[in-house]
């Protein structure tokens, strides 16, 4: 059944009924859908609009449907416009001419406008539990790896010596803001359009105040044209998805690194790895690969809907059928991606040993000898000259700056003395930067006590 057609003397074409219907796709949001209809029958009986007896013949008639999708008894029938009308037309089919009431006071673009906010309301708490699952094992590997050193990287070249756990918060961080970002866009997005109508709002006296409160709304929405246009909700919750996405990408990218055969700071499980169809001695890091892969696909769905919304005059267009697919396909990306980045991450093994020689041997302690210089008398531009001397010292002989003798220190600079070696070991370089964000012992260990409040935080409140 068509939701419309007075006003037409012939069938539409089916090339044209398959081109605009989204029945194929909107299906997804049918609970969302009965949900705001259960709402807005209650609120039409609570206005005289609708007696308590046609309210309950409907919302039986709803909850009816609605088991009956979930069970499967009830399949999707092509033959319908869109969920709303796929649901309109068996709810009339069951309860008979109390179902033709079900529509009245509220137009498609409100509905279709409110079902889009409490799908994506709802999608929202999904991914922010899969985050806060993510930050739960990057909070326990950051206890793990306290003591496990590392180069860090600055133009993906040694810079200076950190702890995986410092590296591993950087990304809390990251994931954190993500997190916060999205209760920030579920706060803002938080209005009801039911009621809004078309786009001028309805003469029959709707409640919409009360409509918002059994939706769990904060308040109706305040324009009836801005309540049935607006898809900022959805362009702000897509940038929040590409930002997940962009930092799952960095991450992949450095696990990438880390488990090819020049780094071997991590093993990949091998549940999370697959082989190659000719090389029998590969173990390929195809979920970080394809995680990485799938950003663009996501950043793809926020642009798209960007152009489709840039031209459009008010109120509603046909155009913002368009926010549906894209959106659904994003949401499901980052959900699956998430789950499969966690499972990974929690399952690979790192090599603390590899790792550490790699940072003492990667010169990432230089800065440090410098430093030692600046203390013992030293002009720091001295300094960074006599310690450049030296690393070009070690790279004649193929050693590390720990390995250097005393007197091949001294022949290059008098200040050293036998206190250099214990100056520039892995631990000294990084336990003495203890300013709030450094990866010394101190600092870090205020940080994990912050990440506890906060983790603490989410846990009260999901």
Not at 84 to 108: C, M, P, W, Y
Not at 303 to 314: A, E, H, V
Not at 341 to 358: C, D, I, K, V
């Amino acid at each position: 059944m068509k939701l419309w057609g007075g006003r037409f003397t012939k069938e539409v074409n089916q090339l044209v009924f398959n081109f605009n219907a989204s029945l194929s796709f909107d299906r997804k949001l049918y609970h969302q859908d009965i949900e705001g209809s259960i709402a807005h029958v209650t609120m039409l009986a609570k206005q005289g609009i609708l007696t308590e007896s046609e309210r309950d013949a409907i919302v039986d008639g709803l909850h009816g449907i609605l088991a009956d999708i979930e069970s499967g008894a009830l399949p999707f029938d092509e033959t319908c416009e869109d969920i709303h009308s796929f649901v309109e037309t068996h709810l009339i089919e069951r309860i008979g001419d109390a179902g033709k009431k079900l529509h009245t006071g509220r137009s498609r673009n409100d509905q279709v406008a409110l079902d889009m906010k409490l799908y994506t309301r709802d999608e929202i708490e999904e991914v922010k539990s899969l985050i806060r699952e993510l930050l739960l094992s990057l909070h326990s590997l950051m206890k793990k790896h306290l003591d496990t050193y590392m180069p860090g990287f600055t133009h993906l070249q040694k810079a200076q010596p950190v702890i995986l756990s410092h590296h591993l918060g950087a990304y809390f961080e990251m994931f954190k803001r993500d997190y916060l970002r999205l209760c920030d866009t579920k706060e803002r997005m938080n209005t009801c359009p039911l009621g809004a109508g078309a786009l001028a709002g309805t003469t029959y006296p709707l409640d919409r105040d009360y409509t918002a409160k059994l939706l769990n709304f904060a308040e109706p929405t305040h324009n009836s044209m801005d309540s049935v246009s607006d898809r900022d909700y959805l362009l702000e919750f897509l940038s929040n998805l590409s930002i997940i996405m962009m930092h799952l990408s960095r991450f992949c990218e450095e696990i990438i690194l880390w488990n090819s055969n020049e780094y071997r700071f991590v093993e990949l499980d091998d549940a999370y790895s697959t082989g190659s169809s000719i090389m029998p001695q590969k173990k390929n890091p195809d979920i970080a690969e394809l995680i990485r892969g799938k950003t663009g696909r996501v950043y793809g769905a926020l642009i798209s809907l960007l152009t489709t919304m840039k031209g459009l005059p008010l109120a509603y267009n046909k155009d913002m059928q368009e926010d549906k697919e894209l959106t659904f396909d994003a949401i499901d990306t980052v959900k699956g991606c998430l789950s499969l980045f966690n499972g990974m991450l929690t399952t690979m093994r790192f090599s603390p040993q590899t790792m550490a020689e790699s940072a003492k041997n990667g010169f990432t302690n230089a800065t440090d000898a410098a430093d030692y210089l600046v203390n013992h008398g030293v002009p720091f531009r001295d300094a960074h000259g006599i310690i450049g001397q030296l690393v070009l010292l070690c790279i004649q002989k193929n050693c590390s700056l720990d390995d250097l003798t005393l007197e091949e220190y001294q022949a290059v600079c008098p200040a050293f003395e036998a206190d250099i070696y214990e100056a520039i070991s892995m631990k000294t370089c990084v336990d003495r930067r203890n300013t709030i964000g450094a990866p010394g012992q101190e600092a870090m260990k205020k940080v994990l006590e912050g990440n506890e409040a906060f983790l603490q935080t989410l846990e009260q409140t999901a």
